[in-house]
């Protein structure tokens, strides 16, 4: 088997064969993200101020999540926490985001025995933010879904368990990212208008 030296494209590749796409992908997107420069795209969490003067990361930490109960509104309200509040510390609250969860099951496998082998949950959360202070103001107002699923081992109950514990952490992150995501947006619209 022969080897081909380094900078000799291999037969079949290279930029005689047309192999070269790599450098051509990249400059394909370069030219791409150019064009989104010019037309004025700009990532949603990108530093800098809004057209309003003020930084999205400030109002993001501006927001307080309200109470959520349960166990998974706990593990929800942490994750949304840690996107909005812990952002900037020390912020004086001008919105509060109220939010609940109900969770679905559904039963997807069984064993020949009729045990059950498999889950899936279909969590939703609906979610109102409004402006604090006197009247207070709805400022948006949506839901979220997410499903994930998780397996039951035969006769391994703390496998079950951790599993189970695994795919609630997951949905509610979820779950806080796509809440994120529409809050930002409604305070990046907000603040460009």
Known sequence: MSRASPGTPCPG????????RGGAG???LGLALLGLAGCG???????????????????LGAVRIGPIFERTGQLLRRYLQQRMEDGRPGTAARYELRTGVTIATDLQGYREDGTISRIRYLATAAFTMVRIGPPEEEVLRGSARRFDAYNIPELQFFAADVSRDAMERRLMEG???????????????????
């Not at 590749?13 to 070269?20: C, N, Q």
């Not at 795209?41 to 109002?59: C, I, K, S, V």
């Open 13 to 20: 590749h290279g930029a005689a064969a047309g192999g070269d």
């Open 26 to 28: 990249r400059r394909g």
């Open 41 to 59: 795209f700009q990532p949603l969490h990108a530093p800098g101020p809004m057209a309003n003067g003020t930084d999205l990361a400030a109002e």
């Open 175 to 193: 779950l806080a990212e796509d809440i994120t995501r529409r809050v930002a947006l409604e305070l990046r619209r907000r603040g460009q208008g």
